[in-house]
Each structure stands twice: as structure tokens, then as C-alpha cells.
């Protein structure tokens, strides 16, 4: 079946514009997970959905970052005001339940690059 | 948050088993241990997980330490394709905000 999609699968932009990610989960899912991976860095926690209920905002890295997930399903990511140090490997992950049961899913990922 | 440790990187060759080692001292009775690896130029996939027995499924096995402080990813005849990062974490069983905390892995390096 159809896996996490993520669009665009490459970025380019230059400093100060905003950006949108967009992230497709897995059919059903209720969990949605936004990470970011720095070059040969590990993944770094962003946010996290989980049906209707308010997402966990706190790895969000300043507040130019903003999260959203419309009907449960798709989801965007915006950066306004991109900045050099916001390139990075951008990864969405879905997961049936969110519970410890419940493997995650990974698209993936959008590769920002700021210039 | 519950940490784990993994040495940076391995090697191992092709067709030989491989035991990928985690440490998770600080564990808690219900934190379940989770294994991803990644891939080149591809989002982390999920191998397997488990409580306090070992797990086996088609693509590795789990070995748990009685005590649970650390756990052994096994790749039973590693291939070219199993080159990736592969990660050790730990995911609460009740856990509101369920922040899944990613380390920087263990990089498997396979020779032919």
C-alpha cells in the first residue's frame, strides 16, 4: 500500500522567503510525527499530532516554525523567514495509534536547502 | 527522557552476523525497546521492538539482558543492503506527548 508521501522531495529557496512542507500519512493513521536531520546529525524532534488533539509544539526550534494538520490527515510544515541554519533534511513519519505498539512510518523527507 | 547509547560505527562483512549493542541504563519498567535503521538518502524504517524477551521477525532478532539496562540488535547474515544507521530507542508505554527522542545510531558499515 501507499507509504508516507512528502512533497517537495527537494527545496531550494533563498534566505527570508517562508516555505511550506507538506506531508501525506498513511491512510487511517492517527499519529503524525515532524523531524529534522541535520547533515550527518541524528533526527531532531519537531512536533507531534495525535488525532484532535492539540499537538506537542515543544521541539519546535523558534517560532518562526508552525505545524499544522488539517481533518486528521495531511499535514504542513511552514518556515517563515528561512535562515541558513534551518537547511536540513526534513522527515514526517505516521503511525496507526502513536502507542509503543505502534511502529512509526517515515516518508522520505524534504531537502530544504537556504541560500 | 530515557537515553540509550550506541557506539558511532561498526563493521562487519557480508554474510556474517552482526550484533549491534545498546546500552539503556537508566531504563524504566515499562519503556519498550525500540530498533529503526536508516537507509541511505531514505527516511528511518522500522526492524523491531520489544519489553523484556527476545524478539525475532524477518528481519532481525532482539536480545534483551535479564536486567534490561542493555539490548543486542542481531542481523543473523547481513547483505550489502543492511549499510545503514541503525537506531536504539526507548518509547514509554504511557507517555502523553510520546517526544520519540532519536540518537545519532550506529553507523554499519558492510564489506564484501
Known amino acids: 500500500g501507499a507509504g508516507v508521501s512528502q512533497s517537495p522531495s527537494n527545496k531550494v529557496t533563498e534566505k527570508g522567503k517562508d516555505v511550506e512542507l507538506r506531508c501525506d500519512p498513511i491512510s487511517g493513521h492517527t499519529a503524525l510525527y515532524w523531524y529534522r536531520q541535520s547533515l550527518g546529525q541524528g533526527l531532531e524532534f519537531l512536533i507531534y499530532?495525535?488525532?484532535?488533539?492539540?499537538?506537542?509544539k515543544s521541539g519546535l526550534p523558534s517560532d518562526r516554525f508552525s505545524a499544522e494538520r488539517t481533518g486528521g490527515s495531511v499535514s504542513t510544515l511552514t518556515i517563515q523567514r528561512t535562515q541558513q541554519e534551518d537547511s536540513a533534511v526534513y522527515l514526517c513519519?505516521?503511525?496507526?495509534?502513536?502507542?509503543?505498539?505502534?511502529?512509526?512510518?517515515f516518508g522520505n523527507g524534504t531537502r530544504l536547502t537556504v541560500t | 527522557d530515557a537515553k540509550t547509547t550506541q557506539p558511532n560505527s561498526m563493521e562487519s562483512n557480508e554474510e556474517e552476523p552482526v550484533h549491534l549493542p545498546c546500552n539503556h541504563s537508566t531504563i524504566s519498567g515499562t519503556d519498550y525497546i525500540h530498533w529503526y535503521r536508516q537507509l541511505p538518502s531514505q527516511g528511518p524504517e522500522y526492524v523491531i521492538h520489544?519489553?523484556?524477551s527476545n524478539v525475532n521477525n524477518r528481519m532481525a532478532s532482539l536480545a534483551i539482558a535479564e536486567d534490561r539496562k542493555s539490548s543486542t540488535l542481531i542481523l543473523h547474515r547481513a547483505t550489502l543492503r543492511d549499510a545503514a544507521v541503525y537506531y536504539c530507542i526507548l518509547r514509554p508505554l504511557m507517555n502523553r506527548d510520546d517526544k520519540i527522542i532519536f540518537g545519532k545510531g550506529t553507523r554499519l558499515h558492510i564489506l564484501p
Open positions: 520489544g519489553l523484556t
Open positions: 513519519a505516521s503511525s496507526l495509534t502513536g502507542g509503543v505498539n505502534s511502529p512509526l512510518h
Open positions: 499530532f495525535q488525532g484532535n488533539s492539540a499537538p506537542d
